[in-house]
Every structure is written in C-alpha cells, then in structure tokens.
DNA sequence: TTTGTTATGTTATATTATAACATATCACAT
DNA sequence: ATGTGATATGTTATAATATAACATAACAAA
C-alpha cells in the first residue's frame, strides 16, 4: 500500500499529468509557481519521491520527466520508451518481453542484468 | 574517408581511450588542461565532433561520455551498453538483433523506429 | 588567392541538480 | 495525549552540466 501523497508531490503529478509533453524540472516549477512552490529543492524533492514510488518516469536523454499512465506501475527501475522527435510526445512501453531479451543480451558478455532503461527515438502514429 | 582530427580531438579522444571508466565533460578538462585546453567550450566541442563521427558515445544516464572501441563503429546514432554498477565501467554491445527487436516493438504502437539508445544496468563479469 | 567551411580561444551565461540546515508535519506506539 | 522517529518542507546557497556569442585562425578546394 502506498503512501498518500503530499500537497507538493500531487500538485507536481498533476501538472506531469495534464503536459502532452515530458516536462522539465524548471518547467514544472514555473508551472506551479502559482500554487506557492517555490524552489527547485521543492519540485526535484517531490520528483525523487514520485519516481521511488513509480509515478514519474525520468526521460535520461531529455532530462525530462513523465507521469506514468499505468496504475501500480511496474517500472520502478527498468524503463521503455517511444519518444517521437516530431511532436516530442513520450509513449512508455510495458513489453516483458525485453526485460528477456535484454537478460539473454547480458548473459552473453557475463553480465549480470538488473534493470535497464530503453529510449526508442522515430516517429508516432500522429505524426506519419 | 573521415577527415582527420584536430590536435584538441586527438587529446579529448585519447584521454576517453585511456579512461576505464567513463568520464564527465568536466572530468575531462581537468585531465587536459596541462594539454593547453582551457575551458568547457573547447571540450565540448570536440566531444561533439568526435560524437558525430561515431568516435565517442554519450552515456546519458550519467551525463559522461566513452571512447567507442569499435573501428568504423555503425553507432552514430544508436548505442547499446552494459554499465556495472559495481566498478562503473561500460561495455558497449553491437547486437544486430537489437535493432530488429526495437523496429517489431515500435510498429506495434504504429511507431516509425528511427534510432535507440538502450542503458542496461547491472554486475559485469570481472565483479561477480 | 580568395572564398566558404570548419575549428579555435575566450568570456559570459544558461540549464540542470544538490548541499546544508532549521523547522514542521505525520504515523503511531506508549 | 504525548513523545519519538521518520519523512516532508522552506529557504538560501552552490555545484555540475551545457550552450551562446563573437572575434579570429586554419584549412580545403576551386
């Protein structure tokens, strides 16, 4: 059983929640200016606890962040992404197949697989 | 035919070759700066070089960057690696299959797969 | 040898992220 | 209801990563 959230962390979500876009911390801050957050401090804080918890995905190569549509979500750690470099949306992928793929991947180099991030660049259904 | 490098690629890259661990942009201004670069600019304008010609790979979970191992290495733009989390070296994988894989999972969202970078994180085999 | 492209040197600044610390709130066992 | 420990907050400061802008230099190739 989770948590409830704070004020902090519901009003960062929520503004995730309602971006077509990934958003950045900065931008998310400037977004809830209004609602009496003030500091980067505030919204990387909420943001560490949203991602521990699996609501909120960072985009590594964007430096972004994303709210996680899927209830309970898995992705704690490992991550999969589509992210179409027309309209920049970001589509996360649930494949179980690829943690597989990716375990099989490692065992070749003697690697031990633990968790992984995919980010998969193109272009979205909208956009073609 | 690649156009040779400048004397400030040849000592950002050769100071990648002989890191075994990947290293920060700052990271390596300190290790060149006897080298007569100077400032961040410098580095990172050769790391953008070196990057286009397939020479160097950015890690971006960690914000650091890696010497390809691989001549005339295909990965300009997508990159596979195994990153330990126990010695933070990174071993770059050139899996074919890799790509087929990504295209299949990409069209079943009716996605166009363009490129990908895949981080796999976990234990290499000198640490397990 | 001039012309267009690419690289350099340099200073300044933008962007992303954490450190540190005092205070407050919450969950909950006593 | 009260003390206790864990977690969250507010705030200021600063670290770490990356780019802008502009003047100059080197280089390739017609």
Redesign the pocket.
């Known amino acids: 059983m989770e948590?409830?959230l704070?004020?902090?962390?519901k009003i960062v979500l929520q503004t995730l929640e309602k971006s077509e876009q990934p958003l950045?911390?900065?931008?998310i801050l400037f977004n809830v200016e209004k609602k009496?957050?003030?500091?980067?401090?505030?919204?990387?804080?909420?943001l560490?606890?949203l991602i521990t918890i699996g609501a909120v995905h960072?985009i590594e190569s964007l430096?972004?962040?994303i709210a996680c549509k899927h209830k309970e979500c898995k992705a704690r750690e490992s991550t999969s992404f589509l992210i179409c470099q027309d309209c920049q949306r970001v589509f996360e992928i649930l494949e179980a197949d690829l943690s597989d793929k990716f375990l099989k991947v490692s065992k070749k180099s003697n690697f031990k697989y633990s968790t992984h991030n995919l980010e998969i660049f193109g272009v979205c259904k909208t956009c073609s």
Chains 1, 2 share one sequence.
């Open positions: 948590p409830d704070t004020n902090n962390q950045g911390a900065y931008s009496g957050i003030k500091s980067p401090q505030q919204v990387y804080r909420a560490d606890k960072k430096n972004s962040y």
